[in-house]
């Protein structure tokens, strides 16, 4: 890639802190609590599998569209950057507008609160009390040093930075093996795993249609993050190459990696026990090992969504720094410092952010509406696979989609189907991610009617 298009960032990256990437930034804290809302809406194992591995099918359908794009448009920015050429800046600078709050700032914040929160079993001192918390609260001062002990992290170089998220990313996965692997010596019933309780029984055909999409949603919003590495192309040493591949090997990790989980659950406990519960993990190594068990998942919890987090902070201001090359008026995002190849500018703007949405006490409210407004402009990205193979079918394609044009129509009308019934569901919280995009459409427009946000030239 030419150097004027990297701007001062440099080709750190080498294919498995790529494929670390995408599995921090899907591994978090929702795999540890969705299945206890699955399994309270349909009471089948069987079925929270399949909406599990249904769950993984479609983000390696999402992942496979992303490899065709990304090594085709090898830049820093992800979805950014395939939206800009396939739709125009207009609903480019809204993807970011939308990143900047519910993509990655909101996620943050909610991830810093969530660390801290479980970090509380180890250091009571940390623990909030609603009724007395203060702004200058213990607990909202460890989340303040937790947003700018990552930010300070990756500022100081990419090279720094990634050894971090692949280490942290690394104790993830030992760690959740560990788990797995332990509770086959522990005295489980496997009978679990096929268990299904009576409520199944009482659901009607339309309440369980109903019930497989709302639990797909919460399956979904675990899978967020497969297009982690597609944000970092331009520090990739071979994108072209390493890039498609991050994303699929990645992909089908975190899958079996979920699929490993969920044994897990039900291996400890039954449908019935699960149902409703927060903290399936806790709950299931309570009953597998104890309190002893009660804390290694509790440590897990802390590192795995310490691990998201880090990929988070790297992958939000790549896309903020594409957006600074394309817009005179943020010419301060899109510049890296020439040492350390890190963009500053657009650390520190997302770390601002994200500290005012911690503080402001609405990060659950945002994170609520972050799941279907995520899930629109991926699919809006993965559309761009179509869209450019019919404006530029001579492009230079090093890796193209397997399937197409299945894969991505297999995700675009699932991902409909989901956002149709998030919008039944949440019809508020999915009104204001709509009016998000809407909101980002006009500021675009207002600032271009001001001469302030002229864009340069397409490249």
Known sequence: MPSEERAGLLP?????????????????????????????????????????????????????????LGAMLPEAGGEYVYIRESYGRAVAFSSVFVALFAGFSAPIAGAARAFVSYLSNFIPVLAQNPDSASLFSAANLATLMVIWLLVFIHARGV??????????????????????????????????????????????T??????LATSLIFVNFCYLGWNGAAYVAAEMRNPQRDLPRALVTGTLLVTLLYAALNAFYFYGSNVDELAGKVDVGVVAAKSLFGEVGVSLVTALLCVSILASASAMTIEGPRVYFAFGRDFPLMRFLGTADAKSGAPRAALVLQGV??????????????????????????????????????????????????????????????????????VRGRPVESSLGVATAVIGGILFYALQRWNIAKPEPCR
């Open 12 to 68: 750190h990256i080498r294919l498995h802190s790529a494929t670390g990437l995408v599995v921090a930034s899907m591994i978090g804290a929702g795999i540890f609590t969705t299945t206890g809302f699955q399994a309270a809406d349909l009471g089948h194992p069987g079925y929270i599998f399949l909406l599990w591995a249904l769950g993984g099918f479609l983000a390696l359908c999402g992942a496979l569209s992303f490899g065709e």
């Open 159 to 204: 090279r720094g930075g990634i050894r971090f998220n692949d280490t942290v990313t690394l104790i993830k996965i030992c760690g959740i093996l560990v788990i797995v692997l332990a509770a086959l010596f522990a005295n489980g019933n496997p009978r679990n795993l096929v268990q299904v309780s009576p409520r199944f029984h009482e659901l009607s």
């Open 206 to 211: 339309p309440a369980l249609f109903g019930a």
């Open 353 to 422: 952010v994200t500290s005012v949405i911690a503080l402001s006490g609405t990060v659950d409210e945002i994170i609520q509406y972050a799941g279907f407004t995520l899930t629109l402009f991926a699919s809006l990205a993965v559309s761009c696979v179509i869209v450019l193979r019919i404006r530029r079918p001579d492009a230079p394609r090093p890796f193209k989609t397997w399937g197409y044009p299945f894969t991505p129509l297999i995700f675009l009308a699932i991902s409909a189907w989901t956002m149709v019934w998030a």
